[in-house]
């Protein structure tokens, strides 16, 4: 049987993305530990790029799950010397619980994923940020209710947080309005697929008329781990800086969020960033539990993920194997 991974919010259905918010809700609140997840559990993490959220966040969350966790750094790996992600997948799978991936490729995660006989969470890749966007959608509907029907505005450059929002549009019904540079919009492809499955995306080149009305304006850095233009990105992306004028076209009340690091003076200011609108640390706090919801479904017997899509098969399971 496939595990259940949690590799991409278009992967999964919209009562699968529910149960991990609304467990990583309850957890928050009562502070109890779910049922079905067996004590001493343990993740491993693999951390191909830098981390200071996602890291310590999972780390933490497994711990107050009753479980442990092993990092691994690829340069003190087999990994590192050329071992394929396939076969440290199959042996990772026979030693630990669940494995989390942070890299750049987003075929790599794939690949573990399709190799692996237990759970692979995709903690970061150049094509999307999954977990980052659970957080997002958690901070939204603690501080502002329910997201359907509300209106988010994504300002800047189109990356791998913005693909998860477009992502989570389609689940969970929320209009998605994107203002960034044509070089930095997001592919026909991802648009075609979120428009097929309902959601209701907008791209434009005007922050100011993305941000009319919106009930949160969300945005990250102009440089991603793995970009190498950084010259011209900054360039191009100047005038889709969030600023006390963008927030001043939002609805009342309206909140800002960004996943963090962030660089004040480049995509938003200070005075926005540490201003009474800014949730970014609510927002980072919450990255500790949906971690956690996201582990309680990996490793507990609720529904299973839709197959991943471009999941390669995995080798029959040899005889007397652990799992
Ligand atoms: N937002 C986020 O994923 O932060 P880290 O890169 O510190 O994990
Ligand atoms: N878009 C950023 C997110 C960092 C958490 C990056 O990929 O570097």
């Given at each position: 049987m496939t595990p259940k991974h949690f590799l991409d919010i278009d992967a999964l259905d919209r009562k699968t993305l529910r149960f991990i918010l609304d467990t990583a809700t309850k957890i928050k609140r009562k502070g109890r530990v779910p049922k079905g997840i067996k004590p001493g559990a343990v993740l491993a993490m693999i951390f191909e790029k830098p981390s200071t959220r996602t890291r310590v966040s999972f780390e933490v969350a497994i711990h107050e799950l009753g479980g442990k966790s092993i990092m691994l750094a690829p340069e003190d790996m087999q990994l590192g010397r050329g071992e394929t992600i396939a076969d440290t997948a199959r042996v990772l799978s026979r030693y630990v619980d669940v494995i989390m991936l942070r890299t750049g490729p987003h075929d790599t995660l794939i690949e573990l994923a399709g190799n692996a006989s237990v759970p692979v969470i995709n903690g970061l890749t150049c094509r999307s940020h999954p977990c980052q966007v659970m957080a997002d959608l958690m901070t939204f509907e603690e501080l502002k209710g329910p997201i359907k029907g509300r209106t988010i505005a994504w300002i800047g450059d189109a990356n791998n947080v913005a693909t998860?929002?477009?992502?989570?549009?389609?689940?969970?019904?929320?209009?998605?309005?994107?203002?960034?540079?044509?070089?930095?919009?997001?592919?026909?492809?991802?648009?075609?697929?979120?428009?097929?499955?309902?959601?209701?995306?907008?791209?434009?080149?005007?922050?100011?008329?993305?941000?009319?009305?919106?009930?949160?304006?969300?945005?990250?850095?102009?440089?991603?781990?793995?970009?190498?233009?950084?010259?011209?990105?900054?360039?191009?992306?100047?005038?889709?800086?969030?600023?006390?004028?963008?927030?001043?076209?939002?609805?009342?009340?309206?909140?800002?969020?960004?996943?963090?690091?962030?660089?004040?003076?480049?995509?938003?200011?200070?005075?926005?960033?540490?201003?009474?609108?800014?949730?970014?640390?609510?927002?980072?706090?919450?990255?500790?539990?949906?971690?956690?919801?996201?582990?309680?479904?990996?490793?507990?017997?609720?529904?299973?993920?839709?197959?991943?899509?471009?999941?390669?098969?995995?080798?029959?399971?040899?005889?007397?194997?652990?799992?």
């Open positions: 998860s929002w477009v992502h989570a549009a389609s689940r969970f019904g929320y209009r998605f309005r994107i203002a960034c540079p044509r070089e930095f919009a997001p592919s026909p492809e991802l648009l075609a697929w979120a428009r097929e499955e309902g959601a209701d995306i907008e791209v434009s080149e005007d922050p100011r008329e993305a941000a009319r009305g919106a009930d949160c304006v969300v945005t990250d850095v102009w440089v991603s781990m793995g970009d190498n233009d950084e010259k011209r990105r900054k360039q191009l992306l100047r005038p889709f800086q969030v600023n006390r004028e963008v927030m001043a076209q939002a609805a009342k009340g309206a909140i800002f969020m960004h996943c963090l690091p962030a660089h004040r003076g480049d995509e938003v200011t200070a005075e926005v960033i540490d201003g009474p609108q800014s949730v970014v640390w609510d927002e980072a706090e919450n990255r500790l539990h949906v971690q956690k919801g996201i582990l309680a479904w990996c490793l507990g017997k609720e529904s299973r993920a839709r197959k991943p899509r471009n999941a390669k098969p995995r080798r029959a399971k040899p005889r007397g194997a652990r799992r």
